[in-house]
Structure formats: C-alpha cells, structure tokens
C-alpha cells in the first residue's frame, strides 16, 4: 500500500496517524492549542473502523488513569494535552513508569507557567525530561519539528514504548500543532491481536497471577528494581539517540534547538551564511536521551554553541553538561508565547562573537 | 523559488481560508507549504492573520517577520504590516474602510477593490477569491487550474455547485487589480 498525501494541522496529523497505527484506545480532554487531537477523532470515529477506543474523559487525571489500566492490559493506548493538562497527568505519568508500562503522551507545550498563554512555548523541557513526577524515571522524549514528524513519530513512540515497556513522550507545541504541512500518511495498519505475556488479562488455572503495581515496601526489592530502571535508562541513552544535522562540516558557531526552534534556527543558519558567518545547526531529535556524546565531539571543533528554546533556558542545561566546559554556550529565545524571530537568533549570535 | 505571504484582516473576511486555499493549490503544484494562522484571543472578533509559504524547497522557519508579499484586508493590518514587506516586495490591499493608504515607497503596491467588486458580483462572500485573482496576476506562482483542484480538494462536496462562481471571482480579481 501506498502513503497518502495530505495537507493538514499537527494536531489533526497525531489523531489520524494514531488511528492508522491501530492505536486501541486515545484517551484525553480538551484544552488549547491541542483540541483538535480530540475533535479529529470524534469525527473520524474510529470505532466504527478500527474498534479503536475515543474517549473524553471527565478531566486530565482520569485521562491518564484510563492510559494505565489500558496499557496494564496490554494495549497501546495514548493520552493528549497541553502544559497545564500535562502538568495534572504527572501523578499517572510517574504510576506508569513505576508500573513499566508502554503508553503515548502528547504535549503540544504552551507558555506557562500556572495557566500561562495559549500560545507557543518550550517551557515543558525540564518537566519531560527530567521526570516530571516524583520518583527516579524517565520518559523517551521525541521533539518532532514538522507536521510529518507529528505523524511519523506516533509509530515510532509506540514502538519505543512496547520495546523497552516505558511511557514516551512526543513534545510538540502550539505551532507546530496549529500549522499546516503537507504530510504522507502510511496506510492503515490492524490492530494488534497479541497480548504482551506481562499484561493482566484475567488468570487462567494454568498459570500464577501477573501483579502490576509501582509499589514495593521492602526497600531493598525497590532498590534492586531502581537499579533495573537504571540498566533500561542507559541502554536507551547507549541505543536510541536520534539527531539531524544541519550544515556543520565547516560550522565554528553551532545552534542547538528541537521542534519549532529548530526550524527557526534553519532560517538563522541562512541568514548568518550569507553574511559570512560559518553557523551550523544540531537538531536533537530525542530529548532523552539526549545526544550528548555527539555534541562533546562537536565541541573540540566549535567556538561557541547556543542553545536556541522558547524558555528562561533549559535544554542549556544538558548542552553544558554534554559540552562539559570544553567551549562557551550561550541560551537564547523568547518566552511568554512569542515566536524567537531567526533575525533575533542572527542578532545574538552576531553580539556573542562580535561580528 | 520561495514565496512568503501575509494575508491578514477582519476574522470572518476569509483570511485564514485564502491561506488554506493558497496552501491547498500549492500542494497540487508540488510544492512544499506551510500555513500558519494566528490562533486564540486575536481570531475572536478582532484581527486575523496567516502566514504562508510556498516554496521548491524544504522550508524552514513557519513564523517569519518579513514578507515577499502582504495581502492586507483592513486599516490595522495595513498598520501592523507595511513595514513588514521586504524591500521590493509586493503589498495588495483592498482601499474598503482604509483611510490612512500605504506609503511606501521602495515596494510595490496594487489595489484590488475586491470587497465593492463582491457586492457587485452579488455574493460579499467570494471577496477572498476575487483578492486571490489579484495576487494570482501580479505574481504567477500558482495556476488557475491548480486554484480550482485546491478548492475540490479543500471543500465540501456539497458546496462544489460554488465552484464556478470562485472561478470567476478569481478571473475578476485578475481583471480589476491595479498597480498604485
């Protein structure tokens, strides 16, 4: 079968990709700028076709705790929101890497923080990669940068989900969820007819109950079960590091930024060429991991890196530890649901190395 | 070739479906586009814009400052955008309701009555569409033919029977676009 061509929204991009991936259950409520996830798939009604499960929940909590009875069963199931609906899942997000769950979570990020602005931001990039909840976990985080990506990479986080039994997380924002691209959608795919030997399906008299639970009151077995967590953490920093180039064979100056910012910052490279200035972008495409040894190898070579998000500066923070000292860096970006302009990006580049 | 666009004007005016119909047409010709509306508090009632941007290539940036071409649809948006044209761009407006007209002078500017035009027609609803013929004359970048494929692609079934009449709000909006 052959890809589909569409113009559409990245919202509207997630919702029909989930469908075509034979997702068993969406989950989610409403709130800008995401909704037309929700709305897309009310009126697609893939449970007329598929049997996939679309439900509006009574509020973002019940959302994410119907994920984790879905994904107890063995089924791939997804939950949508936006920062402050994120924020209310955290309790779920937390339970569900404590339980090894596979799920798929969508944050199209607005400006925060408290109820912030509706408009775009990247202010959410510590609460998704740094755990969010409590308790020592991480979430696979992928950045797309384009209405493809919104689709494609629903796929993908399933199967990163399933394969190492771990919530992952598509950080997206208002931008990209509003605009519209063309898209190649890949043909429907059925839904899944196999249960995962670890998901509780009712037990039968041939075999001894599975138990899905994030607690353990003797502190030693909870150690030995961190350190297991451990060990999944860095085979997924050692396997699952994704990024995209972008003109840096001769780069002295190298931007790194995901999502929006990355496709600002594509504009700022041209712009900075044709003044001379020899710039180069590192578009991180998993935020956990984070491609850390790549950027260490690319500091030898650079003067100077900037890390280019629509925050107060966060993903700064994992650029300076993957640099370790070893060339200056710098955080630029607007804030508040305002769009870094790439001749903003140009400006501070040039007042940074005095060109 | 890459062509980056503002239509900007009144919610309700068709800004943001122009935009689409742009995309839309665009996508027919194998180009790559994005359309990026501006969302939220502003689209209630008060102003509305989009930015579109066709182009050969991969595009980058979705949300830029400056613009080849300015499609302007009332006097706020003349306001907030003239000086957003890059030099030797093109800004289209429509003179309804504007009382303070464009200035510059290192541009070059077209009128297009689309909105007296559409009441002359008999459908104020197909302004958008005599506009888009404007922009379509001065700069070629789309065909009619693909404008047309756009609007079935992008409508409803049930509202094909308006097709024709789109057809010729375009064709007009080709005929009454003057340089200023």
């Known amino acids: ?355 | 070739m890459t062509e980056e666009i503002i239509i900007a004007g009144f919610g309700g005016q068709g800004v943001l479906s122009m935009g689409k119909i742009m995309a839309y047409s665009g996508v027919m010709q194998d180009m790559e586009v994005t359309w990026m509306p501006s969302y939220g508090p502003e689209m209630r009632g008060g102003t509305a814009n989009v930015i579109v941007i066709l182009s050969s290539d991969r595009i980058s940036s979705p949300i830029i400052k400056h613009f080849d071409t300015a499609i302007i649809l009332n006097q706020q948006s003349l306001d907030k955008f003239e000086s957003s044209v890059k030099q030797g761009g093109i800004l289209i407006y429509d003179s309804n309701g504007i009382t303070r007209h464009p200035e510059r002078k290192d541009i070059t500017i077209y009128r297009v009555d689309a909105a007296e035009e559409a009441g002359k027609m008999g459908n104020p609803k197909i302004f958008n569409m005599v506009v888009l013929g404007g922009f379509l004359k001065v700069k070629p970048i789309i065909k009619i033919e693909n404008v047309i494929k756009g609007l079935k692609k992008s409508l409803p079934e049930r509202y094909h029977s308006l097709i024709p009449m789109n057809e010729k709000a375009l064709q007009r909006g080709t005929e009454i676009i003057k340089k200023v």
């Open chain 1, 1 to 355: 079968m052959e890809k589909e061509l569409r113009l559409m929204k990245g919202n509207e991009a997630v919702a029909e990709a989930a469908i075509r991936a034979g997702t068993d259950g969406y989950f989610g409520y409403p709130i800008t700028p995401q909704s037309e996830i929700l709305e897309y798939l009310m009126e697609a009604k893939p449970y007329e076709t598929t049997g996939m499960v679309v439900l509006q929940a009574e509020s973002e909590v019940a959302a994410i705790n119907m994920v984790y009875g879905g994904a107890a069963c063995g089924k791939k199931v997804m939950t949508t929101s936006s920062s402050p609906g994120i924020s209310l899942k955290q309790e779920g997000i937390t339970y569900i890497a404590g339980a090894e769950l596979p799920c798929l979570i969508v944050n199209v990020v607005r400006g925060g923080p408290g109820l912030g602005t509706i408009q775009p931001a990247q202010s959410d990039y510590f609460q998704a990669t740094k755990g969010g909840g409590h308790g020592d976990y991480h979430l696979i985080v992928l950045a797309p940068a384009s209405v493809q990506e919104m689709a494609d990479f629903v796929e993908l986080s399933f199967d990163l989900a399933f394969k190492y039994r771990n919530p992952v997380m598509m950080l997206s924002d208002g931008a990209i969820g509003q605009m519209m691209e063309k898209v190649w959608l890949s043909p429907q795919k059925e839904r899944s007819k196999t249960v995962p030997g670890w998901a509780t399906t009712g037990k039968p008299p041939t075999r001894e109950r599975i138990i899905i639970t994030s607690l353990d009151l003797d502190p030693n077995a909870q150690e030995r079960f961190n350190q297991k967590l451990v060990a999944k953490y860095n085979e997924i920093r050692e396997k699952e590091v994704r990024y995209e180039e972008f003109q840096l064979e001769d780069a002295e100056y190298i931007l790194v930024a995901y999502g929006t910012s990355a496709r600002v910052c594509q504009k700022s490279v041209q712009l900075a060429r044709n003044e001379g200035i020899k710039v180069g972008l590192l578009r991180p495409i998993t935020l956990f991991p984070f491609p850390s040894k790549r950027l260490n190898e690319l500091a030898g070579k650079a003067k100077m890196m900037f890390s280019i998000e629509m925050s107060a500066g966060q993903m700064v923070e994992d650029v300076l530890l993957s640099v370790n000292g070893k060339v200056p860096v710098y955080h630029f970006g607007r804030m508040g649901g305002i769009v870094t302009a790439p001749e903003e990006v140009v400006e501070f580049l040039k007042s940074k190395i005095g060109g």
